[in-house]
């Protein structure tokens, strides 16, 4: 795609309390966000009028204590198809994503839902496929074991590909029955024909998210979005390299898949003023307990790391513990520090405005705080916004980004008014929406039938 017709997609990821672990502590905050249809149908309206592509429902198929310290509307929270149904009701353009997992799913329920809810949004269907991060989901589906990635990814694989045959021989005019699919493969028997009639967008968009080299395959192969997770712009744009060479191998263009990082935008009016909102959530985080030596623990995905000066002190490289966390950090522990430690530091005074040796100096509870969230995220101003999020897209570490609102409503509300209006007038961002459907918002026509396309390259 030409430099002039590139077009930013932006996504909002939506965790009912905000994706910061204190989004919860605000006065605007709800606790029963989570459950809350018409505060959900609210917020995707706000995203709707802004022109976002999407609005995404990342899921989990278990319930887990430990996100009650990081993000506790993600420990219990509605079944992403009904919520889905009910949002398309609520919204007439903007894309609606629902994270299906393969691993616990099986490809007719799938293909119908989803093809049922491309029909109740008229085309603004999405399908995120994920394998799963979460091994306690096992137990809850009768299995012994979360399958290790191999296994997923076979499956996987074969499962999306049931799935987009049962949307191609689907009931159309040209064939009212739909065309049996008569599927006898590895892992699945499916006679077909689809029950629910031909899509409005005929495939639903499809989404993915991963990390392995399998991850990698299935999303370039499959996937017309790409949800990354890369923190810095070197190791963005060598994902980003690295899908597009991928897809390539499958006959597809750069512009037929768009990679869109996460990006958590803590925006105000001023500088000083979304500094003051950062500091602010960071404030109501409790230290955790320091640790005996050796024993530094880390949280898994989503789950956050240990808050406390134990933890700092692994990725430091140096023993900080000891020090009050309130103090501000020497200037010599820049020369110390490994070069992780570094970047933590780096990032620190980028995200703060605080350094080792102005007026304004770093704390050791910065250092933490930083640590604890270290994905994507700017602070600042609408401009400063803008900037990071157009360097990130010209030096093509992204197409664009799934926006992780810190809290909810206002950080949605913040960014729809004061980010994406300066995204408009650079013409990076479209002013209205071009079509009905989300394969519209992306640009990409409707596809072409998977036998079709297969015979093509045997021709
Ligand atoms: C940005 C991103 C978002 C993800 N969202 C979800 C999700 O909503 N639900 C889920 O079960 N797993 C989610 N995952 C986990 C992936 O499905 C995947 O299982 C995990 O990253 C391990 O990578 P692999 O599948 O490539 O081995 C996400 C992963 C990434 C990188």
Same mark, same amino acid.
């Given at each position: 795609?030409?430099?002039?017709?590139?077009?930013?997609?932006?996504?909002?990821?939506?965790?009912?309390?905000?994706?910061?672990?204190?989004?919860? &502590?605000?006065?605007?905050?709800?606790?029963?966000?989570?459950?809350? /249809?018409?505060?959900?149908?609210?917020?995707? @309206?706000?995203?709707?009028?802004?022109?976002?592509?999407?609005?995404?429902?990342?899921?989990?198929?278990?319930?887990?204590?430990?996100?009650?310290?990081?993000?506790?509307?993600?420990?219990?929270?509605?079944?992403?198809?009904?919520?889905?149904?009910?949002?398309?009701?609520?919204?007439?353009?903007?894309?609606?994503?629902?994270?299906?997992?393969?691993?616990?799913?099986?490809?007719?329920?799938?293909?119908?839902?989803?093809?049922?809810?491309?029909?109740?949004?008229?085309?603004?269907?999405?399908?995120?496929?994920?394998?799963?991060?979460?091994?306690?989901?096992?137990?809850?589906?009768?299995?012994?074991?979360?399958?290790?990635?191999?296994?997923?990814?076979?499956?996987?694989?074969?499962?999306?590909?049931?799935?987009?045959?049962?949307?191609?021989?689907?009931?159309?005019?040209?064939?009212?029955?739909?065309?049996?699919?008569?599927?006898?493969?590895?892992?699945?028997?499916?006679?077909?024909?689809?029950?629910?009639?031909?899509?409005?967008?005929?495939?639903?968009?499809?989404?993915?998210?991963?990390?392995?080299?399998?991850?990698?395959?299935?999303?370039?192969?499959?996937?017309?979005? /790409?949800?990354?997770?890369?923190?810095?712009?070197?190791?963005?744009?060598?994902?980003?390299?690295?899908?597009?060479?991928?897809?390539? &191998?499958?006959?597809?263009?750069?512009?037929?898949?768009?990679?869109?990082?996460?990006?958590?935008?803590?925006?105000?009016?001023?500088?000083?003023?979304?500094?003051?909102?950062?500091?602010?959530?960071?404030?109501?985080?409790?230290?955790?307990?320091?640790?005996?030596?050796?024993?530094? &623990?880390?949280?898994?995905?989503?789950?956050?790391?240990?808050?406390?000066?134990?933890?700092?002190?692994?990725?430091?490289?140096?023993?900080?513990?000891?020090?009050?966390?309130?103090?501000?950090?020497?200037?010599?522990?820049?020369?110390?520090?490994?070069?992780?430690?570094?970047?933590?530091?780096?990032?620190?005074?980028?995200?703060?405005? &605080?350094?080792?040796?102005?007026?304004?100096?770093?704390?050791?509870?910065?250092? /933490?705080?930083?640590?604890?969230?270290?994905?994507?995220?700017?602070?600042?101003?609408?401009?400063?916004?803008?900037?990071?999020? @157009?360097?990130?897209?010209? @030096?093509?570490?992204?197409?664009?980004?799934?926006?992780?609102?810190?809290?909810?409503?206002?950080?949605?509300?913040?960014?729809?008014?004061?980010?994406?209006?300066?995204?408009?007038?650079?013409?990076?961002?479209?002013?209205?929406?071009?079509?009905?459907?989300?394969?519209?918002?992306?640009?990409?026509?409707?596809?072409?039938?998977?036998?079709?396309?297969?015979?093509?390259?045997?021709?």
């Amino acid at each position: 795609m030409s430099q002039a017709t590139r077009r930013l997609h932006l996504g909002l990821m939506f965790w009912a309390t905000g994706t910061h672990a204190a989004g919860w &502590r605000l006065p605007d905050a709800r606790e029963d966000a989570a459950f809350d /249809i018409e505060f959900l149908q609210h917020v995707t @309206q706000v995203a709707e009028r802004a022109r976002f592509d999407f609005l995404f429902l990342g899921d989990r198929l278990a319930t887990d204590p430990r996100l009650q310290r990081t993000n506790p509307a993600q420990m219990s929270r509605l079944e992403p198809f009904t919520t889905a149904a009910s949002l398309a009701a609520a919204t007439s353009r903007i894309g609606i994503v629902v994270t299906a997992n393969p691993t616990y799913y099986d490809p007719y329920s799938v293909a119908r839902l989803m093809g049922s809810l491309d029909h109740v949004s008229a085309g603004r269907a999405s399908w995120n496929i994920v394998t799963g991060a979460d091994d306690i989901a096992a137990a809850n589906f009768s299995r012994t074991e979360h399958w290790e990635t191999g296994k997923r990814y076979d499956w996987a694989d074969e499962f999306v590909d049931v799935v987009k045959a049962l949307w191609d021989g689907a009931p159309s005019v040209e064939a009212p029955a739909g065309v049996p699919l008569d599927h006898d493969g590895r892992h699945f028997r499916i006679a077909g024909p689809l029950d629910v009639p031909r899509l409005p967008q005929r495939h639903a968009v499809i989404l993915h998210a991963g990390t392995s080299d399998r991850s990698r395959e299935l999303g370039a192969r499959e996937a017309d979005v /790409i949800f990354a997770g890369q923190p810095d712009i070197p190791s963005a744009q060598a994902y980003y390299a690295d899908i597009k060479q991928r897809a390539a &191998r499958y006959g597809r263009g750069e512009d037929e898949i768009a990679i869109l990082p996460g990006l958590t935008p803590i925006v105000a009016p001023t500088t000083e003023e979304a500094v003051a909102i950062y500091d602010r959530l960071n404030a109501f985080l409790p230290l955790d307990p320091e640790e005996a030596a050796g024993e530094v &623990r880390k949280g898994g995905l989503g789950r956050g790391r240990r808050r406390n000066l134990s933890a700092l002190s692994e990725t430091l490289g140096v023993d900080v513990r000891g020090n009050d966390p309130g103090a501000v950090v020497e200037s010599a522990l820049y020369g110390q520090a490994s070069e992780a430690g570094r970047r933590l530091i780096d990032e620190t005074a980028r995200r703060t405005r &605080r350094s080792l040796t102005g007026a304004a100096r770093i704390s050791y509870r910065d250092l /933490i705080d930083t640590a604890g969230a270290m994905g994507a995220i700017v602070v600042g101003n609408p401009e400063e916004v803008a900037d990071f999020i @157009q360097a990130w897209f010209d @030096q093509r570490a992204a197409d664009g980004f799934n926006i992780f609102p810190a809290y909810v409503p206002g950080a949605v509300e913040a960014f729809a008014e004061l980010v994406v209006p300066v995204l408009q007038r650079r013409g990076l961002f479209r002013l209205d929406y071009e079509g009905p459907t989300f394969r519209d918002h992306l640009g990409l026509g409707l596809p072409g039938s998977r036998r079709d396309r297969d015979q093509l390259v045997r021709l």
